[in-house]
């Protein structure tokens, strides 16, 4: 055993990491994508004060369904520094980043996070 060891973590620029949500956001089927209305998906640094540290993402909103007119959109946020600290490459990376960002779109349809996790996005 180590002491102090800290495993490798992946850093990518911020312009990357953007890039590989959006990545992510293209790889959402057509159909369920043209189901989502009004919503956002962010990338912050950290998750809000009062959350956990190491939370990966963050759904703000009514679930689908639900009367949202007139309101602002509906959020999704994907915080980068934990997703970066998780992972030891850039591959596991892109990963990680699709789940988060298909678990928080579940939200956004109603889908609870026991549901996400049997599906396989949590």
């Not at 678990?103 to 996790?117: C, K, P, S, V, Y």
């Amino acid at each position: 055993m180590v002491l102090g060891y800290v495993a490798d973590v992946v850093e990518v620029s911020r312009e990357r990491f953007e890039e590989l949500v959006d990545d992510a956001l293209d790889l959402i089927p057509a159909e369920l994508a043209a189901m989502v209305h009004n919503l956002v998906v962010l990338v912050e640094e950290e998750p809000p004060p009062g959350e956990p540290d190491d939370l990966l993402g963050l759904y703000d909103g009514s679930t689908l369904g639900l009367d949202a007119a007139g309101h602002l959109p509906d959020q999704v946020f994907v915080f980068r520094r934990p997703l970066m600290e998780l992972c030891e490459d850039e591959a596991e990376l892109v990963k990680e980043i699709r789940v988060t960002v298909i678990h928080e779109i579940g939200h956004h349809f109603g889908i609870d996070d026991a549901r996400l996790h049997e599906l396989g996005w949590a």
